[in-house]
């Protein structure tokens, strides 16, 4: 089947991704600064652990504007 790319299907597919990415942020973020403050971190150990948190919240938020895209994108649902 064809995808449905018209402007209000993409913008639709860019508001879910960008609702979904603040959720994903704000889950992260919480976790992040929970570990953090439990370990009493501070300085390079606080820097490091945020790099950690980078890469599966890159992947996280990437995973989540496609399934965005591809929800609302999808011929059956419209």
Same mark, same amino acid.
């Given at each position: #089947? ?12 860019? *508001?879910?991704? *960008? ?5 994903? /942020?704000?889950? $992260? ?5 929970? /570990?953090?403050?439990?370990?009493? #971190?501070?300085?390079?150990?606080? /820097? $490091?652990?945020? $790099? /950690?948190?980078?890469?599966? *919240?890159?992947?996280?938020? #990437?995973? $989540? *504007?496609? #399934? ?11």
């Amino acid at each position: #089947m064809q995808r449905i790319k018209t402007f209000k299907t993409l913008t639709r597919a860019a *508001s879910a991704a *960008s609702f979904l990415t603040v959720q994903a /942020i704000i889950c $992260v973020g919480t976790v992040y600064w929970a /570990i953090a403050e439990t370990l009493r #971190m501070e300085g390079t150990a606080a /820097i $490091v652990l945020a $790099v /950690i948190f980078a890469g599966p *919240s890159a992947y996280l938020l #990437m995973v $989540v *504007s496609r #399934m965005a895209y591809e929800a609302e994108t999808d011929p059956a649902n419209q």
